[in-house]
């Protein structure tokens, strides 16, 4: 009776490199994109929100009637601490 090893998955001199499928990697790589750069436009109702994620306007931080920075008080420092 002739009996069958099966091959061993780590060993290197069972593992013969193979070239790469450059239409396999293409197809790979554009599956791991964000939708925006794989779509012009919304695929679903759900990716309408946010698509566009650009500002409308240019923030000006020193306009301190839109910007709120995050001020550092005796009573933060301790809690921080």
């Known amino acids: 009776p002739v009996h069958m090893v099966a091959r061993k998955p780590m060993s290197w001199h069972d593992n013969i490199e193979e070239p790469a499928d450059a239409k396999f990697l293409n197809l790979i790589h554009h599956a791991a994109l964000e ?3 794989k779509y012009s ?7 309408e929100i946010g698509w566009n994620t650009t500002p409308l306007i240019h923030v000006d931080r020193t306009d301190c009637r839109l910007h709120f920075p995050r001020r ?7 809690m921080a601490a």
Not at 41 to 47: F, G, I, L
């Open 72 to 78: 550092s008080t005796e009573i933060t420092r301790y």
């Open 35 to 37: 939708p925006t750069k």
């Open 41 to 47: 436009e919304p695929q679903t109702e759900s990716q």
